[in-house]
């Protein structure tokens, strides 16, 4: 294929190029794949699962009840149960619900790879908390449920987050006095001499200039026409004082949005792994004023947008289908849905320029018009990858479309269950008001149902049937159906092994942490390149002294991003078990003092619910920090013959100890200014302080505490 019109290769080092007919061809060409692959197999597998977790079949009723139709009778008699039985749901409900808290109470930290950078990773940990919970705050946690969903429950069982910036301008209405806007057209101008500028107010009411301060007007307002323009010239003359639109920033972040594969994102069929996908296709509907601001905005070409105008409602995906609740009618086509809206795609390819180098490339276009939105653009994200992260619920084969998820593997478990259940209601409502036998000579009905009756020659009398008991089997059953779905779910029941509910537990938030890793260091990266510095420093509670420049430098320490849940943590009793497994084995056997205990403090804070971690825990230097001012307050109060009280916990002794030494050592003064009396304050505080570490770190009791001096009657 010629160079010029291979997509895989763009011409120049990355600036926007416009694309050739033939390349707009290729784009297309995706989509026309992109139905061959949908038709075949991916609707199939979603409308098996779709209709298992919503619980969807013919001849639904409100009540649960079968009843006859026209065409139909209800089987197995009319009024028989027909229940939703949502095993499905209900394991789909769990594991979302089990993935949000993960993300919920999960531990974020970014650690430093040198021991300079630890505090700069401080700071973007501060930063990476707010941009999630503040900026982004509600959209993250609805499209967190939405990742979980479709990475669980569809089918195939794959979700794709997109982390882009959204920059969006809205105007307002501001009111401005004569002679500020004579000011700020006037100075803008630049082109009137200084006698003029002396006397805004004649200028305003000279006719002479009245058609040179339309113009600037018009070009400081540039949205307003011509007769508006004039009107409040008029109402500034009159009333001294105009409204009038001004753009402003509504907003400026990262924006996240979970897409579902095969209706708002395509991937190649033989997609191995993210990395070596070949393109993603992300699909996107817009309002009339979204497409026409953004060719205000110069973002798309006018061109591009009076085509799509024309195209309202119109989609290259015709067989994109959903699952209804509505009894009457299981499935109907999405594009009522979308009639008023103008369906635009994003291709994204991975190619190379002309020095060979691979970037991401990104064309906005429609399928229906002729050209695309804008030119090829480089998509310079610091990641230099797709911005996407991908949620993939099981790796099964070399291509990651056919990832299974729960409700197409519940479809035979469910339909099972329910149709036991059903069994048991049927039974028990006739064998509470079973049919009866009638002669045929008096009854001309026959009706297998509860109180029916049943016709018979020669019946004397009217006779119920006797409906024999319920087999036990059909319990049984039930309870192996269920035993084996909970086992291969992890569900918390007490006869699956503990060990197997926490390895799969375990397994499915790993995964889904992963993918969030991912989500958050996008997020985090686009928004440390595009905020305001200002803005950065104030969330990171930092002066002018934050060095921007070097966090964005540096956003390799993104990669050490770490989202850590432990499920089993949910239950307060294994955090109990692990605190005292912690304080009775792990430090009394610590006598060369390997564990850090500010860390297992952090660790073991960090396990409680809540946010408990967040407002209790400050960092390591600046507890030190603490105890050594206080420490060398207790200093003071000794040489002012002042014995500080002797504490017997919640201090730091041995560091506290340590800071005594460094300040006998380091000012051998301060011990010959002591009297007796004070320098045997000073060598019981430090006896005390020695014996308090000796006990923490031998774990022994009955240690002889330090006394004070005065207590003791000296």
């Given at each position: 294929m010629d160079t010029d019109t291979n997509i895989e290769r763009q011409k120049g080092q990355g600036q926007p190029v416009a694309v050739s007919d033939e390349m707009f061809k290729q784009v297309k060409a995706g989509i026309e794949t992109v139905n061959l692959q949908n038709s075949r197999d991916v609707w199939v597998r979603r409308a098996f699962g779709e209709r298992t977790r919503f619980c969807v079949w013919p001849n639904q009723y409100a009540d649960g009840r079968k009843y006859d139709t026209a065409n139909q009778k209800a089987f197995p008699f009319e009024g028989a149960m027909d229940s939703r039985y949502r095993l499905a749901d209900m394991i789909l409900r769990l594991q979302v619900a089990m993935c949000k808290a993960s993300c919920k109470m999960g531990s974020l930290r970014i650690s430093g790879v040198e021991v300079g950078d630890n505090s700069l990773a401080g700071h973007i940990t501060t930063f990476t908390q707010w941009v999630l919970n503040s900026r982004i705050g509600h959209d993250y946690r609805l499209e967190v449920e939405r990742f979980a969903n479709y990475g669980l429950g569809d089918s195939p069982a794959l979700s794709l987050m997109h982390v882009g910036w959204k920059k969006e301008e809205r105007v307002r209405m501001a009111s401005y006095g004569a002679m500020d806007i004579l000011q700020e057209v006037v100075e803008g101008g630049g082109e009137l001499n200084e006698q003029t500028l002396l006397d805004l107010e004649a200028l305003l009411l000279d006719?002479?200039?009245?058609?040179?301060?339309?113009?600037?007007?018009?070009?400081?307002?540039?949205?307003?026409?011509?007769?508006?323009?004039?009107?409040?010239?008029?109402?500034?003359?009159?009333?001294?004082?105009?409204?009038?639109?001004?753009?402003?920033?509504?907003?400026?972040?990262?924006?996240?949005?979970?897409?579902?594969?095969?209706d708002e994102v395509f991937i190649p069929a033989t997609t191995r792994s993210p990395s070596d996908c070949r393109y993603v296709y992300r699909r996107e509907w817009f309002t009339l004023a979204d497409i026409e601001a953004k060719a205000a905005s110069g973002e798309w070409t006018k061109e591009f947008v009076e085509q799509l105008k024309l195209k309202k409602g119109k989609t290259a995906i015709p067989e994109?289908?959903?699952?209804?609740?509505?009894?009457?009618?299981?499935?109907?086509?999405?594009?009522?849905?979308?009639?008023?809206?103008?369906?635009?795609?994003?291709?994204?390819?991975?190619?190379?320029?002309?020095?060979?180098?691979?970037?991401?490339?990104?064309?906005?276009?429609?399928?229906?018009?002729?050209?695309?939105?804008?030119?090829?653009?480089?998509l310079d994200y610091p990641h230099g990858d797709f911005p996407f992260a991908w949620f993939v619920r099981e790796v099964i084969s070399k291509n990651l479309l056919d990832s299974r998820g729960v409700s197409e593997l519940l479809v035979t478990d469910q339909n099972y269950l329910k149709?036991?259940?059903?069994?048991?209601?049927?039974?028990?409502?006739?064998?509470?008001?079973?049919?009866?036998?009638?002669?045929?000579?008096?009854?001309?009905?026959?009706?297998?149902?509860?109180?029916?009756?049943?016709?018979?020659?020669?019946q004397e009398m009217l006779e119920p049937i006797k409906v024999p008991d319920m087999?036990?089997?059909?319990?049984?059953?039930?309870?192996?159906?269920?035993?084996?779905?909970?086992?291969?779910?992890?569900?918390?029941?007490?006869?699956?092994?503990?060990?197997?509910?926490?390895?799969?537990?375990?397994?499915?938030?790993?995964?889904?942490?992963?993918?969030?890793?991912?989500?958050?260091?996008?997020?985090?990266?686009?928004?440390l390149k595009y905020m305001n510095p200002d803005d950065i420093r104030r969330v990171c509670g930092a002066g002018q002294d934050l060095n921007i420049e070097a966090m964005r430098d540096n956003l390799y320490l993104l990669e050490d991003i770490q989202i850590n849940f432990d499920s089993r943590t949910m239950d307060?009793?294994?955090?109990?078990?692990?605190?005292?497994?912690?304080?009775?084995?792990?430090?009394?056997?610590?006598?060369?003092?390997?564990?850090?205990?500010?860390?297992?403090?952090?660790?073991?804070?960090?396990?409680?619910?809540?946010?408990?971690?967040?407002?209790?825990?400050?960092?390591?230097?600046?507890?030190?920090?603490?105890?050594?001012?206080?420490?060398?307050?207790?200093?003071?109060?000794?040489?002012?013959?002042?014995?500080?009280?002797?504490?017997?916990?919640?201090?730091?002794?041995?560091?506290?100890?340590?800071?005594?030494?460094?300040?006998?050592?380091?000012?051998?003064?301060?011990?010959?200014?002591?009297?007796?009396?004070?320098?045997?304050?000073?060598?019981?505080?430090v006896q005390h302080l020695q014996n308090q570490a000796g006990q923490a770190e031998n774990a022994q009791t009955g240690r002889t505490l330090g006394r004070k001096v005065t207590a003791a009657g000296v």
């Open positions: 006719p002479d200039f009245e058609e040179e301060l339309l113009t600037r007007i018009a070009t400081r307002f540039p949205a307003l026409k011509p007769g508006t323009i004039k009107s409040k010239l008029k109402e500034l003359r009159e009333e001294g004082k105009a409204d009038f639109p001004e753009s402003y920033v509504h907003r400026n972040h990262a924006e996240i949005k979970a897409l579902r594969v095969w994109v289908q959903e699952v209804t609740q509505s009894a009457q009618q299981m499935y109907r086509n999405r594009a009522p849905v979308y009639k008023d809206l103008y369906e635009v795609f994003y291709a994204y390819l991975r190619a190379t320029n002309d020095d060979g180098v691979t970037g991401i490339y990104v064309l906005p276009f429609s399928a229906h018009c002729e050209a695309p939105a804008a030119k090829m653009t480089l149709t036991f259940r059903d069994l048991t209601s049927n039974h028990a409502q006739l064998f509470s008001l079973p049919p009866y036998v009638t002669d045929m000579r008096t009854e001309r009905d026959m009706s297998w149902r509860s109180l029916g009756r049943i016709r018979k020659r020669r087999p036990r089997t059909t319990i049984e059953a039930q309870k192996q159906i269920m035993e084996s779905v909970s086992m291969y779910f992890g569900l918390p029941v007490v006869e699956i092994p503990a060990l197997v509910q926490q390895l799969l537990t375990q397994d499915l938030v790993d995964n889904f942490l992963d993918a969030m890793r991912d989500v958050v260091r996008q997020v985090v990266q686009l928004s307060i009793e294994y955090i109990k078990v692990i605190g005292e497994l912690a304080r009775d084995i792990l430090l009394a056997i610590d006598t060369d003092q390997t564990i850090d205990r500010a860390e297992m403090t952090d660790y073991l804070t960090r396990l409680l619910p809540g946010n408990v971690a967040e407002k209790v825990l400050r960092p390591v230097q600046s507890a030190k920090e603490a105890e050594r001012k206080d420490e060398m307050n207790n200093m003071a109060m000794i040489a002012s013959g002042l014995e500080p009280d002797m504490k017997e916990d919640g201090q730091n002794f041995g560091y506290r100890a340590s800071v005594i030494e460094e300040k006998i050592t380091s000012s051998p003064e301060y011990v010959l200014s002591l009297t007796p009396l004070k320098r045997e304050m000073l060598e019981a505080r």
